[in-house]
Each structure stands twice: as C-alpha cells, then as structure tokens.
C-alpha cells in the first residue's frame, strides 16, 4: 500500500484547511485510515482514525470537535478536515493504513506499518 499526504500549508490561527491522503495498491475498503501528526522535539501523535465503514474512532482530545476525519472509498481517499485551527497544531501530518476487520479501529502508532511522507501544517498566531 503507497499513502499520498497532501493538502499542508501556512493559515493563520482560526484558519482552516483539509489534508488529502490517496491511497494506492491493496484494498482501500478493508483499510483504516489514521492521521497523526509530529511536532518538532516531540513523538508522533494520534490525531484521528475513519474504520472501514466510516466510523471514526475518538479523537485526540487536543482537536476533538474542531477536526473531522472522512474517507471516500470510490476514490480511494482519506481526509482530514481541520477548523479553527491553533498555533499548537502546527506538525507534521500523516496519514497510515492498516487492513482492519471492520470494528477495529487501532489508534497506536506501533499499529501502523503503511505511512504516507507527511505533510507540514503551520498556525501563525
């Protein structure tokens, strides 16, 4: 499986942006997809996570009701739309896969073994 993260930039805080991840090779509809992120100095986090049938397991405390996890199964995509963004959302975001069964939803890092390369979202106060 080949992760595509795209969609990172400079907003200002309050902004808002989408993170796109397209997936290529396996099965996209036996996949979950996930979102962590990693700033400077400090390990990888999980962000969010959509399971197969679209659920989403909890999100990060740290961006709960301000960031929307989805996928588009047709078009084998994975998104992560982020509002109201923070100076402290600032990292390095990417996207992973792992085949699920379907009421599984892995939120460790150590769950992941397919990665996208990441992309920078910056918050300028």
């Known amino acids: 499986v080949q992760l595509q993260a795209s969609g990172g930039g400079l907003v200002q805080a309050g902004g808002s942006l989408r993170l796109s991840c397209a997936v290529s090779g396996g099965t996209f509809s036996r996949l979950t997809m996930a979102w962590f992120r990693q700033a400077p100095g400090k390990e990888r986090e999980f962000v969010a996570a959509v399971g197969r049938s679209g659920g989403t397991a909890p999100y990060a405390d740290s961006v709960k009701g301000r960031f929307t996890a989805y996928r588009d199964n047709a078009g084998k995509m994975a998104y992560l739309q982020m509002n109201s963004l923070k100076p402290e959302d600032t990292a390095v975001y990417y996207c992973?896969?792992?085949?699920?069964?379907?009421?599984?939803?892995?939120?460790?890092?150590?769950?992941?073994?397919?990665w996208g390369q990441g992309t920078q979202v910056t918050v300028s106060s």
């Open positions: 992973a896969a792992k085949s699920t069964i379907v009421t599984y939803i892995p939120t460790r890092v150590d769950d992941y073994y397919d």
